[in-house]
């Protein structure tokens, strides 16, 4: 009778295990997909608002996405605009989802210099939300410290059960990350000059944590004038810039131009790619290598 009993728990055990489907997780851009997986691991199954190589600045959902948030059990917030403009369709199609907003907590700098001009508001962009703050905030790994602890508390709210492995994955990439931190902040620690430029300005954090100077070419989510492509130039050269940063989801045609003028490189980074980690030492790689 005791063995029947135990087989009979055994099987029950095995057929719940089975049965257990992973979390369904939605987040709003690529590199959230990665936080989300280092936290989950099989616990979970991602999907991102934002596709990959598509540029946050214009977005439309696809059925399929509309499908998979209203299937969500935990949604990951980043507030940039791909998402602020369709928030309320989001949240009418699940109102059961759990909702965080990654940047809880991450204390905001302001977004880079801002012209209040009559530019068209629907081809504005440039990562900021009304009040003007930079909202690029996981390219940094002190702020992707922060966004772990929130996108951990989701996790335990939307699925309790697995605490415990949530818990451990968190305290291990919470290592990894110091780590990261520690590796970037000696390959940057003895550079000649520590200015940069940069066409879409997504580096403010990054620069701001490892004391750089991140100078931004686009003017309200635009290429700038031929009267700005001037002063830019003349920028360069007084601040000596060693190197420019491209995205893959914006033109480089000014960044090139003015590369031309003052002799410098022109780097490709993709503040958007979702291997977070590697992305960030390629970066300081790229900057060690063209500031030294
Ligand atoms: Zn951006």
Request: proline share 4%.
């Amino acid at each position: 009778m005791k063995r029947l009993v135990l087989l009979l728990l055994l099987i029950v055990g095995i057929s719940l295990n089975v049965a257990a489907e992973p979390l369904r997780v939605m987040v709003s851009i690529q590199p959230q997909v990665y936080f989300v997986k280092q936290l989950g691991g099989d616990l979970v199954n991602v999907t991102c608002l934002l596709p990959a190589g598509a540029f946050h600045g214009m977005y439309e959902p696809t059925a399929a996405q509309m499908k998979d948030l209203s299937q969500a059990a935990l949604y990951i917030r980043s507030m940039l605009e791909h998402e602020l403009a369709w928030w309320d369709k989001i949240q009418a199609l699940n109102l059961r989802m759990i909702v965080v907003d990654a940047t809880q907590g991450v204390e905001l700098i302001e977004g880079h210099e801002h012209h209040h001009g009559e530019a068209d508001a629907d081809a504005h962009h440039d990562g900021k939300e009304e009040h003007g703050k930079d909202l690029h905030i996981w390219l940094s790994p002190r702020n992707a410290k922060i966004q772990t602890e929130n996108i951990y508390q989701g996790l335990i709210a939307a699925d309790p059960a697995n605490r415990d492995a949530y818990t451990a994955n968190r305290d291990a990439f919470l290592q990894k990350i110091d780590a990261l931190d520690q590796e970037i902040q000696s390959k940057l620690a003895t550079l000649k000059t520590r200015t940069f430029m940069v066409f879409h300005p997504a580096w403010g954090y990054f620069a701001r944590d490892y004391e750089l100077e991140q100078i931004p070419i686009e003017v309200e989510g635009k290429e700038p004038s031929a009267a700005e492509m001037a002063q830019f130039i003349k920028l360069a050269q007084d601040e000596q810039v060693k190197v420019i940063f491209v995205q893959p989801q914006t033109s480089s045609r000014t960044a090139e131009i003015i590369a031309k003028q003052v002799r410098a490189k022109v780097e490709l980074l993709d503040p958007m790619a979702e291997d977070w980690l590697e992305n960030l030492r390629k970066t300081a790689d790229a900057l060690a290598n063209a500031l030294n």
